[in-house]
């Protein structure tokens, strides 16, 4: 059964920064494109940032300058650098792959994470 592990939530102040982790699967690492996605209460899941194993990187508009999305291959890990963090980035932040990028961009991408929250606050 293949796993994407994230870490690295929590709660932070507004301006603060956080950076997210997901763990793959060495074979999933490699040829898969990696997505993450967040879920506010109320609110449907959104497509975060995306970059494929060949280094094709998209970003949604609302997060365009603030948050980084990265690969590591040394630790088959997806970042995702997240920095002048406000309240309206709270919500559980997911992790997932996909052999194609459409797969990652539109959702329905073969393995998701458990979700690490995001909690920013004062």
């Known amino acids: 059964q293949v796993q994407l592990v994230e870490s690295g939530g929590g709660l932070v102040q507004p301006g603060g920064s956080l950076r997210l982790s997901c763990v793959a699967p060495?074979?999933?690492?490699?040829?898969?494109?990696m997505g993450w996605y967040r879920q506010a209460p109320g609110k449907q899941r959104e497509l975060v940032a995306l970059?494929?194993?060949?280094?094709?990187?998209n970003y949604a508009d609302f997060v365009k300058g603030r948050f980084t999305i990265s690969r590591d291959s040394t630790k088959n890990t997806v970042a995702l650098q997240m920095n002048s963090l406000t309240t309206e980035d709270t919500a559980v932040y997911y992790c997932?792959?996909?052999?194609?990028?459409?797969?990652?961009?539109?959702?329905?991408?073969?393995?998701w994470g458990q979700g690490t929250q995001v909690t920013v606050a004062t």
């Open positions: 997932n792959a996909d052999p194609t990028l459409r797969g990652v961009r539109s959702g329905t991408a073969q393995y």
């Open positions: 060495v074979l999933i690492f490699r040829s898969y494109a």
């Open positions: 970059i494929t194993s060949g280094g094709i990187i």
